[in-house]
């Protein structure tokens, strides 16, 4: 049984903005040495988020586990396998493996040592797991995380390695408790100094395609998924030609236009870069203060820190000739950041970050990991709320994994009496070295959200209407709603039409559809009279994959209806264009 130790938290407001209070008090910041990843996950399944903080020095330190008393206050695990590894690790990765209904442990050593794995027994202790070939490998990992490659409702696991052999490790889950070490294709054979993994659905098929960022002035990989399990190396110049040292990718759509943009953390006196998604498959380098800030940067993470309806960045700094400040950049609601100072007087080296509502106010909270000189105090920011409304959001798969990683969610509400779609996702890693499973809306003066699209892993798209704002919601998905789950691949069907995402949708969306044999195939769309508004797709098509854009403007908003005849198939289904 572990040994708990209470502990009580004071504070001291930061001196600019006075966003943020930094707690000056309590293990989470009296605790530190070489701190890397941080973790905001409900281990035990109360409601309130937990924290895990892990420890990398050469000589090994133990990793931190602080169990969230609910009052504003943590105690500190002690006991147990998790808290007494004395490991060099770096990443970590939580995610429900085993579909259990508690969220599992991995994580990723350095210096030479076998990584790491622990289960969730659900009574607040954990086993440490060594039978599974993800335990046994191991070496020179900087970080891993879960995902749904294959889309088979089960957890599985990507690990980026900066050294030794170089490559990288993908473990795929076979549903019994074990995985299967997959030994071929371009993810586990090239050879990259890679720091950081990211599932995400890039071309927006439905399959979670590998984004892996990488050191050593080497560009970063793109491994499409083709949904049968292996996956293609992408040429997309204005992603992966940005060779540098690349720590972090953060994926988010901090421009509320529907798509993933990403922020690229480079450290060795470099510049950053954030890549905004142009929704055609490139993307533009954003500017000013991106392309001023000098940096040695390291992890990353986005949050509507002032509820006002758009995603803020924090970045990490280390590694410094002496200590050094982190940059915090607000965003401005028009696709553009400024720096802000609230954090510059708070010097040091910081490495993992991430956001995370703690005391359940509505507002994000930020804890950094800290490691100067091997022996610096970890950092927890309080943020001291606002006028912003808010929507926070646990999901739970039934068909798709528990944990929900993969799973999409769109929010249309009013924000400043404009209707806004905002759009977030549940990550295994959230920026290197950081991930907080639960979900976080600012609504800005919005008292509801009109619209809320949970697009699942399993295809199945769940829409709730006129949400309440400032509360938060536990989603179970709806297994009723099956009409674009994926088939399995041994299940021959002639063709089979996938869920338009985004739906709803404005002014665009992606329609897929897969055939089983080559076949003379028409892809239409019809409104509710029944008459054709566009054909998308028409004559002799090849067996495999096929994804076709629609695009509304010019249309009047309302439902629509797609259809695809191949050979002796008929499938419809039903989208909605919201303006």
């Known amino acids: 049984?572990?040994?708990?130790?209470?502990?009580?938290?004071?504070?001291?407001?930061?001196?600019?903005?006075?966003?943020?209070?930094?707690?000056?008090?309590?293990?989470?910041?009296?605790?530190?040495?070489?701190?890397?990843?941080?973790?905001?996950?409900?281990?035990?399944?109360?409601?309130?988020?937990?924290?895990?903080?892990?420890?990398?020095?050469?000589?090994?330190?133990?990793?931190?586990?602080?169990?969230?008393?609910?009052?504003?206050?943590?105690?500190?695990?002690?006991?147990?396998?998790?808290?007494?590894?004395?490991?060099?690790?770096?990443?970590?990765?939580?995610?429900?493996?085993?579909?259990?209904?508690?969220?599992?442990?991995?994580?990723a050593n350095w210096y030479g040592q076998h990584n790491l794995f622990y289960r969730n027994d659900g009574n607040g202790t954990f086993v440490q797991v060594t039978a599974p070939v993800l335990a046994r490998d191991g070496g020179y990992s900087e970080s891993a995380a879960w995902g749904d490659y294959d889309n088979d409702g089960w957890l599985d696991l990507v690990v980026c390695n900066s050294a030794g052999n170089l490559k990288n490790f993908l473990y795929r889950n076979t549903r019994d408790g074990s995985f299967t070490k997959v030994t071929s294709g371009p993810v586990v054979s090239d050879l990259y100094h890679s720091r950081t993994a990211d599932w995400i659905d890039i071309d927006g098929d439905g399959d979670p395609d590998l984004f892996i960022a990488n050191e050593e002035g080497e560009h970063e990989n793109l491994y499409l998924n083709d949904g049968a399990g292996s996956f293609t190396s992408a040429s997309l110049p204005s992603l992966l030609a940005n060779g540098g040292n690349t720590a972090s990718s953060s994926w988010e759509d901090v421009d509320n236009d529907g798509d993933f943009d990403v922020f690229l953390a480079n450290y060795g006196g470099q510049k950053n870069r954030l890549l905004l998604n142009n929704g055609n498959g490139t993307f533009s380098a954003a500017g000013a203060p991106f392309t001023e800030d000098v940096s040695n940067s390291f992890g990353s993470a986005f949050g509507d820190t002032d509820n006002d309806g758009d995603l803020d960045l924090f970045v990490t700094n280390a590694f410094t000739a002496g200590t050094t400040k982190n940059f915090f950049y607000r965003n401005t609601g028009n696709g553009t950041f400024v720096r802000d100072s609230s954090f510059d007087a708070d010097l040091g080296w910081s490495y993992g970050c991430a956001f995370g509502d703690y005391d359940k106010d509505g507002f994000l909270d930020l804890f950094v990991a800290k490691c100067f000189n091997a022996t610096e105090n970890n950092a927890l920011y309080r943020n001291n709320g606002g006028g912003g409304h808010w929507l926070r959001l646990d999901l739970a798969g039934k068909r798709s994994n528990r944990s929900a990683i993969g799973a999409v969610v769109r929010a249309k509400a009013a924000v400043n009496g404009t209707p806004v779609w905002q759009m977030r996702r549940v990550a295994g890693q959230s920026g290197y070295c950081g991930q907080t499973l639960q979900l976080h809306f600012g609504l800005g003066a919005a008292s509801a959200v009109d619209s809320l699209v949970i697009r699942w892993p399993s295809g199945i798209t769940q829409v709730l209407t006129n949400v309440p704002a400032d509360t938060g919601?536990?989603?179970?998905?709806?297994?009723?709603?099956?009409?674009?789950?994926?088939?399995?691949?041994?299940?021959?069907?002639?063709?089979?039409?996938?869920?338009?995402?985004?739906?709803?949708?404005?002014?665009?969306?992606?329609?897929?559809?897969?055939?089983?044999?080559?076949?003379?195939?028409?892809?239409?769309?019809?409104?509710?009279?029944?008459?054709?508004?566009?054909?998308?797709?028409?004559?002799?098509h090849a067996a495999g994959r096929h994804?076709?854009?629609?695009?509304?403007?010019?249309?009047?908003?309302?439902?629509?209806?797609?259809?695809?005849?191949?050979?002796?198939?008929?499938?419809?289904?039903?989208?909605?264009?919201?303006?």
């Open 547 to 579: 994804a076709v854009r629609f695009d509304a403007a010019g249309l009047s908003a309302g439902v629509y209806y797609y259809r695809l005849t191949a050979g002796t198939v008929t499938e419809t289904k039903r989208m909605a264009y919201m303006k």
């Open 473 to 540: 919601l536990t989603i179970i998905e709806d297994t009723s709603l099956v009409t674009s789950v994926r088939r399995a691949p041994s299940a021959p069907l002639e063709g089979a039409l996938e869920q338009n995402f985004p739906n709803p949708f404005n002014p665009s969306t992606l329609i897929a559809y897969r055939l089983e044999h080559a076949a003379d195939a028409a892809l239409r769309v019809y409104d509710t009279l029944g008459r054709v508004v566009a054909t998308l797709a028409e004559g002799e």
């Open 1 to 107: 049984m572990s040994r708990i130790i209470l502990l009580f938290l004071t504070a001291v407001t930061l001196s600019s903005a006075q966003l943020f209070t930094r707690i000056t008090a309590g293990a989470p910041v009296t605790d530190g040495g070489d701190s890397r990843s941080v973790n905001w996950i409900d281990y035990d399944g109360d409601g309130f988020l937990d924290l895990f903080v892990s420890n990398g020095p050469a000589a090994g330190q133990n990793n931190f586990l602080y169990r969230n008393n609910g009052d504003g206050t943590f105690a500190k695990v002690t006991g147990g396998p998790v808290v007494s590894d004395g490991r060099s690790s770096d990443g970590s990765t939580w995610g429900d493996y085993d579909n259990d209904g508690d969220p599992d442990l991995f994580v």
